[in-house]
């Protein structure tokens, strides 16, 4: 998936687990990783 940035692509690429990225984004933004993805990729497009 070029170009779609995904909660998969985002553990393997900080080699971590997909739960503990999880939890770190949840913690920091209040938002589930999979929100927190969808709002920056549609920030970034603006």
């Known amino acids: 998936m070029e170009g779609l940035t995904t909660v998969g692509f985002c553990d ?3 080699n971590i687990s997909p739960k503990y990225f999880g939890d770190l984004i ?7 990783a ?3 993805i969808h709002f ?4 970034n497009a603006k």
């Open 12 to 14: 393997e690429r900080l």
């Open 26 to 32: 949840k913690k920091e933004t209040g938002q589930s």
């Open 34 to 36: 999979k929100d927190y």
């Open 40 to 43: 920056k990729t549609i920030s």
